[in-house]
């Protein structure tokens, strides 16, 4: 089932033997502003490498619409068939949570795959394009970098937690 603007269910499941995602309380708590600093400097560097200035400001708000859109159903594939899914909000932030459970590589999928789909595959391209393609393509790049600051993240600290580890709801669980 999808939740559009509303939170999951309370979960009933047991978390004995679950630790929290990200362990350390301060970083739990400063989170974000880790995830907003990366997205700062995502977006001066943008300014300073002239990434917005490729067409007009209707073009872009469209594009950048389309693109967060995308970003979010690549989401959505990875796990859409495993679990409920909600799309949540905070103020002007929204974002996908799950119940599924996955394991380290689905998970790092559903973090990643966004990213790899809408800035690297278009970074990559950028030396073969040009004129107005090379623009577009650079600014849905670097869009799609600002809007997956927190998956940034996130995919980085999938990466150091134990191999064959599952994940649901903030809490990890290192399988023996």
């Not at 979010?72 to 068939?81: A, D, M, S, T």
Request: glycine fraction near 6%; charged fraction near 15%.
């Amino acid at each position: 089932m999808f939740y559009f603007l509303k939170p999951l269910p309370e979960n009933t499941m047991d978390f004995t033997g679950w630790q929290p995602f990200i362990k350390n309380d301060w970083f739990r708590k400063n989170f974000m502003v880790f995830v907003y600093g990366l997205q700062a400097v995502l977006v001066v560097a943008s300014v300073l490498l002239g990434v917005w200035e490729f067409t007009s400001l209707l073009v872009k708000i469209a594009v950048f619409c389309i693109v967060y859109v995308c970003h979010e159903l690549f989401h959505i594939v990875v796990v859409y068939r495993i679990g409920d899914l909600s799309l949540t909000h905070s103020g002007i932030f929204f974002w996908l949570n799950s119940d599924a459970v996955m394991s380290k590589a689905r998970f790092w999928t559903f973090m990643t795959l966004p990213f790899l789909c809408l800035t690297v595959v278009p970074a990559v391209l950028l030396p073969v394009t040009g004129g107005f393609l090379f623009g577009l393509l650079r600014y849905i790049a670097w869009v799609n970098a600002i809007i997956a600051g927190s998956d940034i993240i996130n995919s980085m600290l999938i990466l150091l937690k134990p191999n064959g580890a599952k994940f649901y709801r903030g809490y990890y669980k290192a399988e023996k």
